[in-house]
């Protein structure tokens, strides 16, 4: 039996902010904004559009490239911090939309890294268990819904979009897709990057709401530092693991977060800039969809030759953080 991705689908909203949008909106310029994290502009979702909807259309494009209908998924996943609402949960809501009846539905939370966390999850299953054969895996955040507008230091880091995998098990296909993969978390820094309040710990209340505390928090140069070495020590374990130099990784595709991450991460790991895939600088920070983005653009414009090996590598709230190495 092998393991495929059979499909890859992407969406973002059409509405753009551009950096000279946001400098009428805090103290800021678009020169900080690009030399400080590359990015030019970030798509946003109009109001009466939630993350399912996002997901949703990705789900389509990324089922109509496998050749799957709906009606043959045996699970549905949907990696976000930013669900439609506290439950059901935003698989479920993907599901109804895209009448799949028979399948199996959940939300995965591991912020940044979920789209990452969500291939092994949905892998595991399928290497396991024949009853999951086809698996529709998808990460979408609307974190405009989450973002404080007032607060310069966050809020011109991201975006609104969605990625979508769709994974097949078969007797019919041939070797495995995942060619290893390194997961990790430390909720010893959980302080560093969260949003605090609508959850058990702390109610949504009129003070909560005052105090922008249903926002994203992040302590940026903390974050900066650990980002860079997680993903490069989890790049290399997997590296290692599997025996792949880096010279034979045809595209590193880390989570875009920050330009200066990005570089940083590839020049630790010594693969070359035109192997590094970055698309921040049209969408910022999607989240748990930036990864699955950048896959489906390289897909798409033809970029990924069968037998490539493609290294993923994310890091996020929790913390969390981890790599994959894939064979396309
Ligand atoms: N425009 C203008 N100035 C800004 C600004 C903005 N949008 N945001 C912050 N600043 C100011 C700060 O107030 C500070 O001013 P001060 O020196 O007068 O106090 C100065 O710029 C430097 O701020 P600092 O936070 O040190 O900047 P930085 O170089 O670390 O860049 C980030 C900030 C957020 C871009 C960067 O830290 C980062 O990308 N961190 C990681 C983000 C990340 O990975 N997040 C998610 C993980 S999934």
Redesign the pocket.
Known sequence: MGITIRGTGKFVPEKILTNAD?EKM????DE??TT??GIHQRHLAAADVATSDLAYEAAKQALDMAGIKPEELDLITVATVTPDMGFPNTAALVQKKLKAQKCVCFDLEA??SGLLYSIEVAHSLLLANKKYRKALVIGAEKLSSIVDWTD??????FGDGAAALVLESSDEIEGDFYIAGKLAADGNYDNI?RLPAGGSAMPASHETVDQHLHCIK?A??E??KL?VNAMVSACKEVLEISGVEPENVAWIIP?Q??H??ISAVAQRLTISDDRVYSNIERYG?T?SASIGICLDELNRAGKLKKGDVVLLT????GLTWGAELIRW
């Open positions: 946001l805090v103290e800021t310029s900080w904004i400080r994290t912020a940044c310069r230091g966050t809020c011109v880091l990057l992040m940026g140069q974050t900066f980002a989570h977060a920050n200066r991450i920070n989240s994310a890091f996020g709230g």
